[in-house]
């Protein structure tokens, strides 16, 4: 039989049954599986389960309270972050340490190949592996979560924002995993059925401040902000949940006009997570940033270190350093260091180092009396940092899950000139206030 | 007997489903989870931010935007 011919015999059927039964074929279907399940049911369970589903009826009547929901899913997402990092702080200080040590036994070497192996992979691999513990222990809190059933009454509480700014309560994981790694985040959202709602949330997501972004932060608002440099990475994470919400909103009224998809969805009986289960699904997500530390990161370490090694990295700097002057930091240090951003942003710090020669601890202060920074230009230089283009192993993530070549191009192009305007506003309309 | 849109119902009262409407997806989704007609149908609470709700069907715990739930016609008890 031919498509056509099986296509036309399934009419026929519908229209057949619908005779008989009054009723569509897909509600007649649904009525015979329920009436057999429940008579199945009756047959074969003799105590239903009341304990477990009361105990999570009694969890649920404080978790989605009307006026508890709000304030306790905010205390649990810092509850989340604090539990990352602080716990991450011992890990990341003995990888460090590692690295430094390792470091020093390879550099008496000497030569082309002891500053390869000294500057180029074991700075370059060290700079990438110290985010692991961060990264590893976000999963595993998102991870428990999950399997204890809060992330449902999560998207439950949150449904109502994020479908106001054209997302789905479903939008709401990806998003908080685009906070650890934006890899993965992007990956979760295959889990949004409605096409519309799925492309928003991807070309958003890199909005949401990766680790990886961390570092510069960290960097330039303890240098520059001192007293407030807390206060300058939170309002980093900020602005960056300000941009994703209103260009949702923007793709949502253009791009992608239309109905969202549907939140017809269980909450399930909360339950204790196991250790196993948790593990898993850390491994799952967090192998996909070692994979990248494993390939793109060493490739492009290596690459900046040849550059360097041979004099070529200035040149690139300086044809990219007019295109940034508007924002403050027409250097072509900073434009070096941006421009290799993309491959991955932790690299931003590490570029810095390199061209300075300098250790963490001093490169703040060699920014700034060799660049001649203020701390306007150093936020202008953050926020693009923290809008502009997602890294390059992002945007084949973004590849691969759209299938197509269109939507990776297109967030490129689109974050970039959102970075820049949002850059040069800040350093423009910002010099008129400080000078 | 009254007949009423699942939307419209308070915390704590019940209905039995007496016809499912919506269109394509959600329609599908509705049926596929168990809002069928003769099910008896129990709205539990409402989200913090006033949408979506929960509701309890067949044993379990089921949240439905209000718009989902206005496709569902009950019959109040």
């Known amino acids: 039989m031919s498509r056509g011919e099986i296509l036309k015999a399934v009419e026929q059927s519908l229209a057949h049954l619908q ?81 430094g040590w390792l470091g020093e036994r390879v550099s008496g070497i000497g030569g082309w190949g002891g500053s390869l192996l000294a500057d180029g992979v074991i700075g370059g691999v060290g700079s990438v592996l110290i985010f692991v513990p961060p990264i590893f222990l976000l999963f595993i809190a998102i991870a428990v979560l999950e399997d204890c059933g809060y992330m449902a009454r999560a998207a439950f509480v949150m449904d109502r924002v994020m479908h106001k700014i054209g997302l789905h309560g479903r939008s709401f994981i990806p998003m908080i995993l685009g906070f650890g790694c934006n890899i993965p985040g992007i990956m979760a959202c295959r889990t949004i059925e409605n096409p519309k709602d799925r492309l928003t949330t991807i070309l958003v997501n890199p909005f949401m401040s990766c680790g990886a972004r961390l570092p510069i932060f960290v960097l330039l608002a303890g240098y520059f902000f001192a007293d407030h440099a807390g206060l300058a990475v939170f309002s980093m994470y900020i602005i960056g949940i300000v941009v994703a919400m209103i260009m949702a909103l923007i793709f949502r009224k253009t791009l992608f006009r239309g109905a969202s998809g549907h939140f017809v969805m269980e909450l399930p009986p909360y339950r204790r997570p196991t250790v196993r289960g948790v593990l898993t699904h850390m491994w799952e997500r967090g192998r996909l940033f070692l994979r990248k530390a494993g390939t793109i990161i060493f490739a492009v370490v290596v690459v900046i270190w040849l550059l360097d090694y041979t004099g070529a990295l200035e040149p690139i700097g300086r044809a990219f350093a007019p295109i940034f002057a508007p924002c403050g930091f027409g250097q072509w240090e900073a434009a070096v260091s941006l421009v290799f951003g993309f491959l991955a942003k932790e690299v931003v710090v590490g570029a810095m180092g390199t061209l300075f020669a300098a250790e963490e601890g001093v490169l703040g202060s060699a920014i700034a009396t060799q660049l001649g920074w203020t701390p306007l230009v150093a936020f202008a230089f953050m926020v693009f940092c923290l809008l502009y283009v ?46 | 007997m009254d007949r009423k849109g699942l939307h419209e119902l308070r915390p704590g009262e019940k209905g039995t489903i007496v016809k499912i409407g919506g269109v394509g997806g959600v329609h599908r989704r509705l049926l596929d989870m168990g809002l069928v007609s003769g ?39």
């Not at chain 1, 929901?69 to 590692?98: C, E, N, R």
Request: aromatic content about 12%.
């Open chain 1, 19 to 99: 005779g008989i039964f009054a009723d569509e074929a897909e509600v007649v279907i649904a009525d015979a599986r329920y009436g057999f399940i429940s008579g199945l049911l009756k047959d074969v369970i003799k105590k239903p389960p009341i304990e477990r589903v009361a105990l999570s009826d009694k969890i649920d009547r404080v978790v989605v309270d009307r006026w508890l929901g709000i304030p306790l899913f905010l205390g649990v997402m810092y509850g989340v972050f604090q539990f990352v990092f602080t716990l991450s702080v011992p890990f990341m200080d003995w990888i460090d340490a590692a690295f």
């Open chain 1, 390 to 435: 997602p890294c390059i192993a992002a945007v084949a993530t973004i590849k691969s899950e759209t299938n197509s070549w269109k939507w990776p191009i297109f967030s490129v192009a689109y974050t970039t000139a959102i970075a820049w305007i949002a850059a040069a506003l800040i350093f423009q309309v910002g010099g008129l206030f400080v000078g």
């Open chain 2, 39 to 77: 099910s008896e149908v129990e709205v539990e609470r409402v989200a913090p931010l006033g949408d979506p709700i929960e509701v309890r069907i067949k044993g379990y715990h089921l949240s439905l935007r209000k718009e989902e739930a206005s496709d569902i016609q009950v019959e109040m008890q």
